[in-house]
């Protein structure tokens, strides 16, 4: 082999600059191992990378944990459920029918993932700034557009969403941490969900 000539395999060869297959390929292994040890040499050789490829298209351990994560939010269920809004007004029957779908085993591990990213971005919230924006602009839009299609006034918006978001969260994270209390959790949604359809006989009524 002639100096400075770099031997190339044949999956990296086969990835070069092809980065949504790279990231399908990186979101299957974090989806499988976590965050928490994430790094990136053995992620490049996992997936079937160089660790310069893995630079190249993501930067650092942080752009893969993001770019992750915007893959994940594009293929969500809120995203598709705002899409079909017009014939979905009812928010209670709307977030009834997300919190259905989340639990299902083929989002569970998205969700996971996620909250082991907030905790991560709890400790260090400037190097995960873009994913917390991400993640949180994401709920907060797709909440927000059920809820006004549900006859939310424009003005009790932002603090009706924000409570919503909040609670959600909570609720999921608990039923995701506990396997025994999953009923308690589903009762505890369902309370949730009379709370929703009130405010929104209150909004039909104003």
Not at 5 to 17: A, E, H, P
Not at 131 to 158: H, K, N, Q, S
Request: net charge negative; charged share 25%; with cysteine.
């Amino acid at each position: 082999m002639e100096a400075g000539t770099q031997r190339i395999d044949g999956r990296s060869l086969r990835y070069d600059g092809r980065r949504e297959e790279i990231l399908a390929a990186v979101t299957r292994y974090v989806l499988d191992h976590g965050v928490a040890d994430l790094s990136l040499r053995p992620l490049a050789d996992a997936v079937g990378v160089s660790h310069a490829t893995l630079i190249k298209h993501f930067g650092s351990k942080e752009g893969v944990i993001v770019a992750v994560m915007g893959r994940l939010r594009t293929q969500a269920l809120p995203v598709s459920m705002r899409d079909a809004l017009p014939d979905r007004v009812d928010g209670a029957a709307v977030m009834a029918a997300y919190w259905e779908a989340w639990k299902r085993p083929d989002y569970r591990s998205g969700v996971r993932l996620s909250f082991e990213i907030y905790g991560l971005a709890l400790h260090q919230p400037e190097r995960y700034e873009d994913f917390i924006d991400g993640m949180y602009g994401a709920w907060f839009d797709t909440v927000g557009a059920i809820i006004a299609a549900a006859g939310c006034p424009a003005d009790e918006l932002d603090t009706t969403v924000t409570f919503l978001v909040a609670v959600t969260r909570g609720l999921m994270m608990d039923w995701l941490a506990n396997p025994d209390g999953r009923d308690r959790v589903d009762a505890a949604f369902a309370g949730y969900l009379e709370t929703i359809a009130e405010r929104q006989r209150h909004w039909a009524a104003a």
